[in-house]
Structure formats: structure tokens, C-alpha cells
């Protein structure tokens, strides 16, 4: 990945909406195939891929699938078959769903895609898996999201490099936003919190699960499951999980007003491009709770961009409408 991400001020927005300066931690240019969360977990499952000699991987996503399009790009890198189980779970009726934004892309980087509806997934899993052990290939699986034990590490790192940024420029880092859905993102961060005893509150903001308690679970087992794996690490603060479930609107996949709202904003006044499933919900929650009070008590506030805008024009029907 390309790292350093960059630690930038969103001064116009701030201004817009008064309260805390909004810093924006740019994981948006990872680097990889336009960027994104996923590439700080690939680092780390790709070289467990390239570990176990695999030749081919499989992965697991919506059709519109950031973490599917990240993995198609590190595979064409690495020179490594690449198949993506897309589940069709999202009821966005317009063609451009299909067709464009992460589908375009995946099929440019040489996926082999596999698009079956949700209930088909374990078939559709189930006969890949027996198809390459026949064939005698190496497979590498990574679950949906990229957030394994190790994927999730990406964002225990993320969390040492933006403290360091942070304490280098003088910023606040009590209050970090950011989209969370397959949980390693936050499973990492939180693990990271613990892990370097650092003082700061890390808030999810749901954009997947219709019961958020679904999610803290999941963040919770997989920070514990972390600290498990590596017993030479010690947890110096007990793990801190906070989700925010008002942001998610009809659902996963499904834009909300706020959203878009918010996405348009960030264009217009910073130049920077966010998305309809995830980091435009949480750039949308995290405008909604400056304009709730909710943030007053603080100086800064961080946003990490997970990126996503490779699927803009996937939705290209919730800007016109
Ligand atoms: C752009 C974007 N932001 C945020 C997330 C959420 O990250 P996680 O699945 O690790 O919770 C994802 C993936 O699901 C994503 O693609």
C-alpha cells in the first residue's frame, strides 16, 4: 500500500457545519485500485497467500463489493487466480448496480466472478472449493471483508500511524469516525486501542447489520480472538466497543438522503469523493452528530475515509434522482 495515508484537514466543511476542526485520515488513497480500507488487510492476507503457496483465491462480497475489487487488483499483482463469490443482497434495482463501479473493475483485473443470490453462497462456496481440490490448485479463502485475525491487524496499524500523525501536528485524537460493517476494521482499531494504551474513543458507525448488536459482537470476539492468537501481546485497556446504529436508513446497500446530502458536500467543498454504502454514511453520521452538539466538548475530530468511490457510478441513480 501506499502509506503513510495522509492526515488533512477539511477546513471548508468545518466551517460549513461550526464545532470540532475535522481532520480526514485518507485511507481513500491506499493506493490500490483507486484505495480503501481493504488494502491494509490485504497487506497482511496476502502475504499469508503468499506463505501457503497459494495460486488462487477466493473471496466473498456483494456485488458491489470494495473488499472484492481491492482483492482482484492485489491478485493480478501477485499473479494469483482470483475468484469472487458475489452475493446478490442488495436490492438496488437499476442496471448500472450490475454493470458498473466495483463489477466493471473486478472484471478489468481478471476476476472470475461468481454472482448467485445470498442463499446460494455456501453451494456456490462448496463447489469452487471442490472444483480446484480436483484440479489440485492451492487455494487461499478469505472471508467477506477481508476481516480474519490477520486482515484485521491492517487497522492496528492504521491506529499507530494516525496517533503518530496526530501527535506529530498537535491534533486531538479523542473522538475517530468510521464506517463499519464486516467488523475487522474495527476490530482492529479497538485491538490497536488496547494494544498501545491509547486515549481515544473509536466510533462504528453500522452499515451492514440490521441488529448492531449483531456487530459489537462480532468486533468484540474478533479483538478477543486477536489478543488469543498472539498471547505475547497484553491488552493495557479493556477492549472499547461503540456502535452507532441510527445511520443505516433501509438498509445495507440502500442510500440515504443524509448520505448523499453529505457526499455532495464533501465534493463541493473539498474535492473529495465519498460513497452511498459506507463512507458517505459515516461522513453523513458524523456531520449529524457535530450538528447535534454531540462533538462540542472536542477540538478535533478524525474521519477515516475507508474509501468506496469506485462504486459511485454504480449509484449514479441516487445523484439524479
Ligand atoms: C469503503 C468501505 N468502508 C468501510 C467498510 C467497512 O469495513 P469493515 O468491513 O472492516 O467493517 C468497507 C467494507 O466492508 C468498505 O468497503
Known amino acids: 500500500m501506499h502509506g503513510p495515508t495522509p492526515l488533512e484537514p477539511m477546513d471548508r466543511l468545518s466551517e460549513e457545519i461550526g ?117 489440485g490448485r492451492q487455494v487461499f479463502e478469505i472471508p467477506a471483508g477481508g476481516s480474519s485475525l490477520r486482515g484485521a491487524l491492517g487497522y492496528s496499524q492504521c491506529l499507530q500511524e494516525l496517533v503518530s500523525q496526530c501527535d506529530a501536528q498537535g491534533i486531538a485524537h479523542d473522538m475517530i469516525v468510521h464506517a463499519s460493517a464486516s467488523a475487522g476494521t474495527q476490530a482492529g482499531l479497538v485491538f490497536g486501542r488496547s494494544l498501545l494504551d491509547v486515549d481515544c474513543h473509536i466510533l462504528g458507525i453500522n452499515v451492514f447489520h440490521p441488529d448492531p448488536q449483531t456487530l459489537k459482537g462480532r468486533i468484540r470476539q474478533l479483538a478477543e480472538d486477536m489478543f488469543n492468537a498472539w498471547p505475547a501481546v497484553t491488552a493495557l485497556q479493556p477492549l472499547q466497543i461503540d456502535v452507532n446504529h441510527a445511520y443505516l436508513g433501509d438498509g445495507y446497500g440502500l442510500p440515504t438522503q443524509a448520505c448523499i446530502e453529505a457526499i455532495t458536500m464533501a465534493a463541493q467543498l473539498e474535492g473529495v469523493l465519498f460513497d452511498p454504502v459506507y463512507s458517505g454514511k459515516a461522513l453523513a453520521a458524523m456531520i449529524d452528530q457535530i450538528n447535534l452538539g454531540n462533538f462540542s466538548h472536542l477540538n478535533d475530530v478524525v474521519l477515516v475515509h475507508t474509501g468506496g468511490s469506485a462504486s459511485l457510478s454504480a449509484y449514479v441513480d441516487a445523484f439524479e434522482a
Open 19 to 135: 464545532g470540532p476542526r475535522i481532520w480526514l485520515k485518507r485511507d481513500d488513497c491506499t493506493g490500490l485500485a483507486t484505495g480503501g480500507n481493504k488494502t491494509r488487510k490485504l497487506e497482511f492476507l496476502m502475504a499469508e497467500a503468499i506463505e501457503q503457496n497459494a495460486d488462487t483465491v477466493v473471496t466473498y462480497g456483494a456485488v458491489q463489493s470494495n473488499h472484492a475489487r481491492q482483492t482482484a487488483a492485489a491478485c493480478a499483482k501477485l499473479g494469483l487466480s482470483c475468484h469472487l463469490v458475489l452475493s446478490e443482497r442488495v436490492r438496488w434495482p437499476h442496471p448500472s448496480y450490475v454493470r458498473q463501479g466495483n463489477v466493471q473493475l473486478d472484471k478489468l483485473f481478471g476476476a472470475h466472478l461468481h454472482i448467485c443470490p445470498v442463499d446460494d453462497v455456501a453451494t456456490q462456496r462448496a463447489r469452487l472449493l471442490q472444483r480446484f481440490a480436483d484440479a
